[in-house]
């Protein structure tokens, strides 16, 4: 089948260019409404296309892919993380999946760093002061945040996101320390200046700051568990711009509200609705999953959607082709 016959459904609206580009290139049928697909459109998708567009909002589960017609062959994913996606079933199925990994590395990192100093130095405070006109003045003791150089950050995932907000923090002057399941070589070790911890554990205990980089897989969910939270510093912040599901939220809570823990900065959520006590803590920054927002990282996100799919109908492999417990 050539590229122009193949029929590409998108969930999403995307960016002007990437959808014009998609338009150019293949059959494909774009959404008018910017809302999340409701599953009954998911499933009407699923039956009548070749290639499935669909983004993190869309729940494509094993009862999702067991509606799919014969033609999908392909879930090309816009975003690098597929835990929405049951990648087991797809390739039971016989259907392919891609993601858009490396173009949102640089972005996330800048947020995880733009949410530290956020909470370290109360930048929402200052903000909504200035924006409500109840400043009364200078004061030197007004607005007393903590210095982020001289702290020891625990990265919990080395993966390349973890790896782009070691170089940043060692920018800032951040100690830096990393938990991974897999050891990174020496010599990249030693070009982060990051010491390993094969112990999560122990790394938790002694970290000032620790920042989520890993993906949300069965073996990373809720792996910020209460008990694990507990051995946080209380004068400990935590940075989330992975996947909600990584940490206990709900044990989160408790233990900022009860100032067991000094502040969290989080981009991410365990489930839909938040929990409202989340929202009312003054030492929480909370984020619309926001970290990947740039108009030249969604372009790029898109652009190896284009590509992801344009190899597969030439034929090929999808150069970003996930499978089952790559991530
Ligand atoms: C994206 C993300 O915005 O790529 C990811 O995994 O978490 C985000 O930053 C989102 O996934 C787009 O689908």
New binding site residues.
Partial sequence: MSSDQLSVGVTRRLPDAVEARLSELFDVKLRDSDEPMARAELVEAVKTVDVLVP???DRIDAALLAQAGPRLKLLA?????IDHIDVDTARQRGMLVSN?PGV?TDD?ADMVMALMLSVTRRIPEGLAVMQSGDLTGWAPNAFLGGRLGGRRLGILGMGRIGQAVARRAAAFGLQVHYHNRKRLRAEIEQELGATYWESLDQMVARMDVISINCPHTPSTFHLMNARRLKLMKPTGVIINTS?GEVIDENALTRMLRAGELAGAGLD?YEHTDINPRLRQLSNVVLLP?M???TIEGRIE?GEKVLINIKTFADGHRPPDQVVPGML
């Fill in positions: 983004t993190v909002t994913n816009f975003g690098a993380g858009t949102l996330t996947r991410v999953h970290g990947s927002a996100m």
